[in-house]
């Protein structure tokens, strides 16, 4: 397990040394009209995110999901009712992400909810407030026009997650 997170939090890393700039800008520019007339100037400017920087800033909350879990699997002695709740998710979300499944990532949360055991619905409750502050920072860091993209980066971190922390379970 440790050695899963440290290979996480060190492709983290590498990955930063590679991502370049935070958004890029496109900017294209249409003259209308003539000369009798007049010309008109429609100048539109397209913000781009870089997808490097936003699967960075997702990693830190993968790194927690993982950590998360793994602290709720050891909380209930490795319950297998909480276990299998953890792989009914992680294969929900997975459905979720690849298009399969028609839940939303708030449907999954309610069925591992669900399972009533308090240090699993504690540690949840914290990833979930963990989740939301970071992306009303994301959405800060580069705008709201592409929260969507931030979602899925921060859904796919939890998958990811997950399954690192489910390995052998």
């Keep these: 397990m440790k050695s899963k997170l440290l290979s996480v939090l060190l492709g983290a890393s590498l990955l ?8 890029r800008k496109v900017t ?15 100048t539109v400017t397209i913000t ?16 927690a999901v993982a ?16 276990i299998s709740a953890l792989k009914n998710a992680q294969t929900a979300l997975d459905g979720v992400l690849n298009g399969s499944n028609p839940e939303t990532t708030a449907q ?6 669900a399972n009533g055991n308090p240090a699993l619905v504690q540690e949840i409750n914290s990833l979930i407030a963990s989740a939301s502050a ?10 709201a026009g592409v929260a969507g993209q931030i979602t899925t980066a921060l859904a796919r971190a939890a998958d990811a997650g997950l399954v690192v922390a489910l390995e052998g379970h």
């Design 48 to 63: 781009q995110v870089n997808t490097n920087n936003l699967i960075l800033d997702s990693a830190v909350f993968q790194g």
């Design 16 to 23: 930063a040394g590679l991502s370049g700039c935070m958004t």
């Design 134 to 143: 970071l992306e009303q920072d994301l959405l800060v860091k580069y705008g």
């Design 67 to 82: 950590i998360g879990v793994t602290a709720a699997i050891s909380a209930t002695h490795q319950d297998p009712g909480v």
């Design 108 to 113: 999954v949360l309610t069925m591992l909810k």
């Design 28 to 42: 294209s520019t249409n003259v209308t009209g003539d000369a009798v007339t007049g010309f008109t100037t429609n």
